[in-house]
Structure formats: C-alpha cells, structure tokens
C-alpha cells in the first residue's frame, strides 16, 4: 500500500452504465490528481484539486465527473462511456500543488467499457 | 507540453549502466522521476527543481540541466529489481505534473 487507495482495483461498464471510482489518502496531502494510461501513451493529467477546489481540468470529456467532497477523498463519477475509454485510472495526491515531495499514486481501477 | 524521453526501450545485464534521458521545451520549475513495475502504481524516485541540482537514490542519480530544460536519470550497477518503466514528469510555474512516455528498462540475469 502507498497510502492512497483506490477502489475497485477492476471494473467492467456497459456502455449505458454509470459507476464511481473512489480514492482515498489519509497522508495529509492537499492536492489530489486523477490521471489515465493507456497502453503505449503516456500518463495523461485529466483533473487537479488543491484545498477542494478544482484547479485543472484537461479538456475532458462530460462523461467524467469528478468530485472532492474533501482533502482526503476523490471521486470519478463515470457515464455513457466509450470502448476507447478503457484504461487504468490512476489517482495521486501531493502535500500541495506545488510541491518539492513528488506524487504518491495509488495502484488505479482498471476500466474496461463493453 | 509533453516531455521527450529516450530511449523508449533499454535492456541490460545485471551490473551494467544506462542512461534515461528527458526533455522538454519549455522553462521548467521541477523534474520528477518515477519508476512504475507492471501492475503496481508508479512510484516516487526524486525531484530535481530549477538551479541545475543533481540528487541520488542508492544508485540511482539524476542532474538536471536548466539551460537546455534536460534532466537524465542514471542507473550504475544495475540489479534486477530496477526493471520497470521509468517515468519523467515535467513542472513549468503554473502547470502540474505532465509526464513523457516512458522507457521500458529491462535487466536480466
């Protein structure tokens, strides 16, 4: 365990479904970041929280939702999803967003969309 | 903007060095390093911040060169548990972490 979990570790979505990714750290940290990978792309920032509030979000799609109802806990509320959106959704946290400590991540949810 | 890394892809002999490189573009204010193993999460190695430093993590080192926005990661007397991918990751001022694509570090026996 890093100190940042993420539940569930699998998940499979129709298409029509709606389901919810969940992190939580109890570090301290102040900032939270969801990131996707895919197979041979890099890690890609989707959305950044720093103090609760929403400070990023990289041209995402409506179909993700995030959401921090506090410093420890991050949420994906997902909808209508596409095949394409398969991947594993990473979470991380830091101390703040700018930060001199790194990111802890957590292991990720891997999404497959059917 | 993305960072450039290189090699996409090394293997080595247990014992031997290897270089990863990664640049960017732009005027940076950190690079990070990680090293993610095949089903686990990525894992923290170091941070190098804008002044040129250089850090090391057993034998794992990296420098950072601010004038040509570069950092390159070392690994001497590689051993089998330094098999993974390595990640950098980039910081201009105002953006958070953007990470290049990895290289793929594989040792061998």
């Known amino acids: 365990e890093t100190g940042v979990t993420q539940t569930p570790r699998h998940l499979v979505m129709g298409m029509t479904n709606k389901k919810s990714l969940k992190c939580e750290q109890h570090?301290?940290?102040?900032?939270m970041y969801w990131y996707k990978q895919s197979a041979k792309k890099p890690l890609e920032l989707m959305f950044v929280y720093n103090f609760k509030e929403q400070t990023e979000n990289n041209s995402v799609p409506s179909r993700f939702s995030p959401e921090c109802p506090n410093s420890s806990h991050l949420f994906l509320h997902l909808h209508t999803l596409q095949p394409e959106d398969s991947a594993l959704y990473l979470c991380a946290s830091s101390q703040d967003f700018r930060n001199n400590y790194g990111y802890t991540f957590g292991s990720g949810t891997r999404l497959t969309v059917v | 903007q993305q960072p450039v890394q290189s090699p996409q892809a090394v293997i080595l002999r247990e014992g031997e060095d290897a270089v990863i490189n990664c640049s960017s573009s732009k005027a940076l204010y950190s690079v990070h390093w990680y090293r993610q193993k095949h089903g686990e999460a990525p894992v923290f190695l170091m941070i190098l911040l804008k002044g040129g430093e250089q850090k090391g993590h057993e034998k794992i080192s990296a420098s950072f060169n601010e004038k040509k926005q570069q950092s390159s990661l070392y690994l001497t007397a590689s051993q089998l548990s330094y098999s993974g991918t390595y990640f950098c990751g980039t910081e201009e001022w105002d953006t958070p972490l953007v990470f290049g694509k990895g290289t793929r570090l594989s040792v061998i026996a």
């Open positions: 570090l301290g940290h102040n900032a």
